[in-house]
């Protein structure tokens, strides 16, 4: 899932400082999971932003609103209205929200109110550690479920570097070395020989926009 971290409240208080009614749009869908944007963020935020405006005389209107999905149009019917009254936007959604929430109404400013940080797991309440970069060619199948982008300092796709020392990566002793881990796990699961299977370097310049067609829908879309 979508992991989000909120910005800091000075940066966001210079995104708005020329805007007077501000509206804070929420999302209930990753960053309301790992507590970064949802209802409870939105309502918080809001008290951080009056509370600042306050101490500055800044004035401001904040008003909050938060919908069940920020990467999808059909829950902005509530946010019509709510918009043409705003001078500017706030969205505590991941950066695919916010984009979206922009292109939804183009004539008022939209500003990210978070930091998509990673797609991860959850390890305990508020914490949580990356696994996914979305690179859309993924290998886990060949690493053991250990993903070689997120896990390894270099992203290296076909073993280690160089730089390894025993169990740990050469960028920090706090750091395993993620194809040490790889061959081990192969190893116990008597798969070594997955490690032997070339895999080509990434096209990362072919990322760009990438369009999602889920198997069985094509004849729909294309």
């Given amino acids: 899932m979508i992991k989000a971290k909120q910005k800091p409240i000075k940066e966001i208080l210079d995104y708005i400082a020329p805007y007077q009614d501000v509206l804070i749009v929420g999302c209930g869908g990753c960053v309301s999971v790992c507590l970064a944007g949802g209802q409870k963020e939105v309502s918080i935020l809001q008290t951080e932003l009056e509370l600042a405006g306050s101490k500055t005389n800044a004035g401001g209107q904040f008003s909050g609103y938060t919908v069940e999905r920020q990467?999808?149009?059909?829950?902005?019917g509530g946010l019509d209205d709510l918009v043409e009254t705003a001078d500017c936007v706030l969205s505590m959604a991941c950066g695919a929200g916010v984009q979206l929430l922009a292109e939804k109404?183009?004539?008022?400013?939209?500003?990210?109110?978070?930091?998509?940080?990673?797609?991860?797991?959850?390890?305990?309440i508020g914490l949580y550690e990356e696994r996914c970069r979305a690179c859309g060619e993924c290998v886990l199948a060949y690493t053991a479920g250990?993903?070689?982008?997120?896990?390894?300092?270099?992203?290296?796709?076909?073993?280690?570097?160089?730089?390894?020392?025993?169990?740990?990566?050469?960028?920090?002793a706090e750091i395993n070395c993620a194809w040490h881990?790889?061959?081990?796990r192969l190893n116990a699961?008597?798969?070594?020989?997955?490690?032997?299977?070339?895999?080509?370097?990434?096209?990362?310049?072919?990322?760009?926009?990438?369009?999602?067609?889920?198997?069985?829908?094509?004849?729909?879309y294309y």
Avoid: H
């Fill in 181 to 184: 881990e790889i061959y081990t």
């Fill in 189 to 220: 699961q008597d798969r070594l020989e997955d490690i032997l299977k070339f895999q080509p370097p990434m096209q990362w310049q072919n990322q760009v926009k990438r369009t999602i067609v889920q198997k069985g829908y094509e004849q729909r």
């Fill in 71 to 76: 990467c999808n149009e059909q829950y902005f």
């Fill in 105 to 124: 109404y183009p004539d008022t400013p939209v500003f990210p109110a978070v930091n998509t940080i990673a797609i991860g797991v959850d390890l305990d």
């Fill in 146 to 172: 250990i993903c070689p982008v997120t896990r390894c300092a270099k992203g290296l796709f076909n073993g280690p570097c160089g730089g390894t020392n025993g169990e740990k990566c050469e960028v920090s």
